[in-house]
């Protein structure tokens, strides 16, 4: 079965400094990975997907993500955080025809 | 421009009261998906639907009821039978179900409270 762990629920980083949100994985099969960014009472924006190919991923606003099989892993990163960066990420997963399954989210905290 | 309307943003229910939630989207998506957040736990999954006429449970379908008639329209009800309704609800959509095309669009979704 597929699942999504994201370890932390927040995290908080000053203005100009590097963002990590880690993301793993579970899937018995390649899987789909995405990275979805929610503002405070809105919906869900894609930042980023892997599918197949090269597995650093670059996305929206400044982020990337890097798919390591080895380590189950598909953590987000952002070299300087900026104050509206601040917002709830998720972290999904997908295989094949199957449901795509979130992570519970880390929300990101970025001070002045 | 083409994207998926929620309405109403905040919607109250009362005690024994079916609510509808409204779920619209022009982007020509044949799949579509209703999602209840809740803080802490992520996004889970209510229903789907991945062609016109055609809708399956998710995880978390009890208490819920939904309608494809349109492929623009997938309006979700939440019936007296949901004891615990107060949440967050997603709308999302997507070009097709099952492919690496998968990409989920979403909706601004729906605050319900009950009252």
């Known amino acids: 079965a597929q699942s999504v762990t994201q370890l932390g629920s927040h995290v908080s980083v000053s203005e100009g400094a590097l963002v990590l949100l880690r993301c793993n994985y579970s899937s018995s099969v390649p899987p789909y990975l995405f990275w979805y960014v929610q503002y405070p009472n809105q919906g869900l924006q894609l930042l980023l997907k892997?599918?197949?190919?090269?597995?650093l991923v670059k996305g929206i606003n400044g982020f990337e993500a890097e798919f390591k099989k080895s380590e189950t892993s598909f953590h987000l990163t952002k070299p300087s955080a900026h104050m509206s960066d601040a917002a709830e990420y998720f972290c999904a997963v997908k295989t094949g025809g199957f449901k795509t399954i979130f992570g519970a989210g880390t929300r990101l905290f970025v001070k002045a | 421009d083409g994207g998926i309307t929620q309405s109403p943003k905040y919607l109250f229910r009362k005690e024994g009261q079916n609510v509808t939630l409204s779920c619209e989207q022009n982007?020509?998506?044949?799949?579509m998906y209703w999602y209840r957040q809740d803080p802490g736990q992520g996004l889970r999954l209510i229903y789907y639907?991945?062609?016109?006429?055609?809708?399956q449970k998710g995880d978390i379908a009890e208490g819920y009821s939904v309608s494809r008639e349109k492929k623009e329209s997938f309006p979700l009800t939440v019936t007296s039978a949901q004891k615990n309704p107060t949440a967050f609800y997603l709308c999302a959509s997507s070009i097709v179900w099952g492919t690496e095309q998968e990409t989920q669009y979403f909706g601004p979704g729906t605050r319900l409270l009950v009252l």
């Open positions: 639907s991945q062609i016109v006429n055609d809708f």
């Open positions: 982007l020509n998506h044949d799949a």
């Open positions: 892997y599918t197949t190919g090269a597995t």
